[in-house]
């Protein structure tokens, strides 16, 4: 039996008026849909988050922080270093920067890097963490862009300690937990249990995120409780998956450092500073709004826009968001709080830079504030067409100021250790090269290796009153004393290594305002012993060393 066909109509022909539109074969359209959704936006954040961090990252010397990060992670003592550091000094900034120095590139740059990936890092993190917590991508986007061109934030992207790379895995560790909560999957809990085990690698804070963390996950599970009680069950187990995880991950280093903490009777111990204490009041505040939000230690257009929108997010917001502003609200303050009475445990100043993985849950508050005023204006027939341009004006006004204080930034200097290498590389075998009062100890070693990365081959010498000063020929000896005060005494010139007008200020409570030490050279041809010992004598007496950073 014959089947009928149909045959197909002719393609209709495309009328003259609709020659300028694009075909369905046309990609532009489905391009101009990408570049107005949220990922274009992300992505365009996370690139201008990366170029800010990247800037001149190599361009200034390490301070002595870094130079001890160096030195640690150096692979021919790197696991020694690890052991001998303690189960009080978590590891990740060594391990990962270990591999970076292999690379031909500057020992700064080398240094610097990984920790200016992970404050990229620490970018994306917010956005998954913001928009968790709000479940409107708008905020995460807002929160992100706030971070990506925070002058804070991009200042301690580009030092090669800790902060940055806790807060990145802080913000992750808490999106993990959430996600984990709504998707109930063991897989969940297991990537969670592995960002706890990286935390716990990172910094000594990471157990009392970990503590609140597990009161997070107990008190979910208490509201959550049914006849049987099955889902509490899975909680609990997924709970206790999470924390297995994360001790296996840091069992091997713990076993490693505990018997060297344990045998020298000092790893175990807090390094006490010596301090006054910390107040606790409105300075403390104040102080911290200027350096987190503005990176200065004076009050700022920017650190009081940025306050105020974080201080208006409770009362912009409402129900769920409300609430979830609240828990931020407390998380903030109660580990601030606590921090203060640790600070006066150790006898220690507050340095804001340990609590710079808290400036990221302020910008939550500050997006949760521009989101909802944005709201508020929409929902006002008087004000709905003026909401969006009058909240992409503020915003844009904040990422201005942000950026401009970034770039200020840039301009400021830390101490000029790397001058100790490039300016003792040509001196003759007669000259004494010596670096007054190196602290903390072990410093002389690290400087040393610091100064032969930039050309210095010969001896030198530690002036702290315990090391002995070599004799002077007269006639023959020379001197290049490096100093963290100028030398003023006869036959000796004294020249500023770095431009004091911009050096970086120490950002800490009332206890600490000065500059992170300057660096001078100064040089003379000493007649006797007795004039040399003279000299260092006084020096000795004023205590200004050349590292004499809290």
Same mark, same amino acid.
């Given at each position: 039996?014959?089947?009928?066909?149909?045959?197909?109509?002719?393609?209709?022909?495309?009328?003259?008026?609709?020659?300028?539109?694009? @075909?369905?074969?046309?990609?532009?359209?489905?391009?101009?849909?990408?570049?107005?959704?949220?990922?274009?936006?992300?992505?365009?954040?996370?690139?201008?988050?990366?170029?800010?961090?990247?800037?001149?990252?190599?361009?200034?010397?390490?301070?002595?922080?870094?130079?001890?990060?160096?030195?640690?992670?150096?692979?021919?003592?790197?696991?020694?270093?690890?052991?001998?550091? *303690?189960?009080?000094?978590?590891?990740?900034?060594?391990?990962?920067?270990?591999?970076?120095?292999?690379?031909?590139?500057?020992?700064?740059?080398?240094?610097?890097?990984?920790?200016?990936?992970?404050?990229?890092?620490?970018?994306?993190?917010?956005?998954?963490?913001?928009?968790?917590?709000?479940?409107?991508? @708008?905020?995460?986007?807002?929160?992100?862009?706030?971070?990506?061109?925070?002058?804070?934030?991009?200042?301690?992207?580009?030092?090669?300690?800790?902060?940055?790379?806790?807060?990145?895995?802080?913000?992750? @560790?808490?999106?993990?937990?959430? !996600?984990?909560?709504?998707?109930?999957?063991?897989?969940?809990?297991?990537?969670?249990?592995?960002?706890?085990?990286?935390?716990?690698?990172?910094?000594?804070?990471?157990?009392? &995120?970990?503590?609140?963390?597990?009161?997070?996950?107990?008190?979910?599970? &208490?509201?959550?409780? !049914?006849?049987?009680?099955?889902?509490?069950?899975?909680?609990?187990?997924?709970?206790?998956?999470?924390?297995?995880?994360?001790?296996?991950?840091?069992?091997?280093?713990?076993?490693?450092?505990?018997?060297?903490?344990? @045998?020298?009777?000092?790893?175990?111990?807090?390094?006490?500073? /010596?301090?006054?204490?910390?107040?606790?009041?409105?300075?403390?505040?104040?102080?911290?709004?200027?350096?987190?939000? *503005?990176?200065?230690?004076?009050?700022?257009?920017?650190?009081?826009?940025?306050?105020?929108?974080?201080?208006?997010?409770?009362?912009?917001?409402?129900?769920?968001?409300?609430?979830?502003?609240?828990?931020?609200?407390?998380?903030?303050?109660?580990?601030?709080?606590?921090? &203060?009475?640790?600070?006066?445990?150790?006898?220690?100043?507050?340095?804001?830079?340990?609590?710079?993985?808290?400036?990221?849950?302020?910008?939550?508050?500050?997006?949760?504030?521009?989101?909802?005023?944005?709201?508020?204006? !929409?929902?006002?027939?008087?004000?709905?067409?003026?909401?969006?341009?009058?909240?992409?004006? *503020?915003?844009?006004?904040?990422?201005?100021?942000?950026?401009?204080?970034? &770039?200020?930034?840039?301009?400021?200097?830390?101490? /000029?250790?790397?001058?100790?290498?490039?300016?003792?590389?040509?001196?003759?075998?007669?000259?004494?090269?010596? /670096?007054?009062?190196?602290?903390?100890?072990?410093?002389?070693?690290?400087?040393?290796?610091?100064?032969?990365?930039?050309?210095?081959?010969?001896?030198?010498?530690?002036?702290?009153?315990?090391?002995?000063?070599?004799?002077?020929?007269?006639?023959?000896?020379?001197?290049?004393?490096?100093?963290?005060?100028?030398?003023?005494?006869?036959?000796?010139?004294?020249?500023?290594?770095?431009?004091?007008?911009?050096?970086?200020?120490?950002?800490?409570?009332?206890?600490? *305002?000065?500059?992170?030490?300057?660096?001078?050279?100064?040089?003379?041809?000493?007649?006797?012993?007795?004039?040399?010992?003279?000299?260092?004598?006084?020096?000795?007496?004023? !205590?200004?060393?050349?590292?004499?950073?809290?």
């Amino acid at each position: 039996m014959a089947v009928a066909t149909r045959e197909k109509p002719a393609p209709a022909p495309v009328p003259a008026e609709d020659h300028g539109r694009a @075909s369905s074969s046309d990609p532009a359209p489905a391009l101009f849909r990408w570049l107005r959704s949220p990922t274009f936006a992300l992505v365009v954040i996370l690139a201008v988050a990366a170029v800010l961090r990247l800037v001149q990252l190599g361009h200034d010397s390490l301070w002595i922080d870094e130079v001890t990060i160096a030195w640690r992670s150096h692979p021919h003592r790197l696991l020694a270093a690890v052991r001998d550091a *303690g189960a009080l000094e978590p590891p990740a900034s060594y391990l990962v920067t270990a591999p970076w120095l292999q690379l031909p590139i500057s020992v700064e740059t080398a240094v610097r890097l990984p920790m200016a990936l992970f404050g990229v890092l620490e970018v994306l993190a917010l956005y998954l963490l913001a928009r968790e917590l709000s479940r409107r991508v @708008s905020v995460g986007l807002v929160a992100a862009l706030l971070l990506a061109v925070a002058p804070f934030a991009v200042r301690y992207s580009q030092e090669a300690r800790y902060y940055v790379m806790f807060s990145a895995v802080h913000l992750l @560790s808490w999106w993990l937990l959430l !996600r984990a909560l709504r998707r109930r999957r063991t897989r969940d809990w297991l990537v969670l249990g592995a960002c706890n085990g990286a935390l716990l690698l990172t910094h000594q804070y990471a157990p009392v &995120v970990i503590v609140v963390d597990l009161v997070v996950l107990a008190v979910v599970a &208490v509201r959550e409780r !049914r006849p049987g009680g099955s889902q509490a069950r899975a909680l609990v187990r997924g709970g206790g998956v999470s924390l297995l995880t994360a001790v296996v991950i840091v069992a091997p280093w713990l076993l490693y450092s505990l018997p060297t903490s344990v @045998s020298d009777g000092t790893a175990l111990s807090p390094d006490h500073a /010596n301090g006054r204490g910390v107040p606790l009041g409105p300075d403390l505040a104040k102080r911290g709004a200027e350096f987190l939000f *503005g990176n200065e230690a004076h009050l700022t257009a920017l650190a009081v826009v940025l306050s105020a929108l974080c201080l208006a997010a409770p009362f912009l917001t409402k129900g769920r968001d409300r609430r979830v502003v609240l828990a931020v609200v407390g998380y903030v303050v109660g580990f601030a709080v606590l921090l &203060v009475f640790v600070a006066r445990l150790l006898g220690s100043y507050y340095a804001f830079r340990r609590v710079e993985f808290l400036l990221p849950l302020l910008f939550v508050l500050a997006a949760f504030s521009i989101v909802s005023g944005y709201d508020l204006l !929409r929902r006002s027939s008087v004000t709905r067409s003026a909401a969006g341009p009058a909240i992409a004006l *503020g915003v844009a006004g904040v990422v201005v100021l942000s950026t401009l204080g970034t &770039v200020s930034y840039y301009g400021t200097e830390k101490t /000029n250790l790397r001058a100790i290498g490039e300016l003792a590389k040509d001196v003759p075998p007669t000259t004494i090269v010596a /670096n007054f009062c190196v602290t903390p100890a072990g410093s002389g070693p690290r400087l040393e290796e610091y100064a032969r990365e930039h050309g210095f081959d010969g001896p030198h010498v530690i002036i702290d009153g315990r090391h002995p000063i070599p004799a002077v020929t007269p006639g023959e000896t020379r001197v290049l004393l490096f100093s963290g005060t100028p030398v003023t005494s006869p036959g000796w010139e004294t020249q500023a290594l770095n431009r004091l007008d911009r050096l970086q200020v120490v950002a800490g409570d009332e206890n600490w *305002g000065e500059p992170v030490i300057p660096l001078y050279v100064a040089r003379a041809a000493p007649g006797s012993d007795d004039e040399l010992a003279s000299t260092i004598a006084t020096l000795l007496t004023e !205590r200004r060393c050349l590292v004499d950073a809290p």
